[in-house]
């Protein structure tokens, strides 16, 4: 399984915000947004529109 890149596009209020937490939790954007969307698994488990 190789690594892909993501762009997305937030306002500066939720770059704010994720900076802010980053700092708070002293972990890079990338990995808190990477364990943000592995959190997502558990949500959409139940889910068969997600394969």
């Known amino acids: 399984m190789g690594r892909?890149?993501?762009?997305?596009?937030?306002?500066?209020?939720?770059?704010?915000i994720l900076d802010k937490f980053c700092e708070v939790v002293d972990r890079s954007q990338s990995d808190v947004i990477r364990e943000f969307i592995r959190s997502l698994e558990g949500?959409?488990?139940n889910d068969q529109n997600v394969k």
């Open 43 to 45: 949500k959409v488990i």
């Open 4 to 16: 892909h890149n993501l762009n997305v596009r937030i306002s500066e209020k939720e770059r704010q």
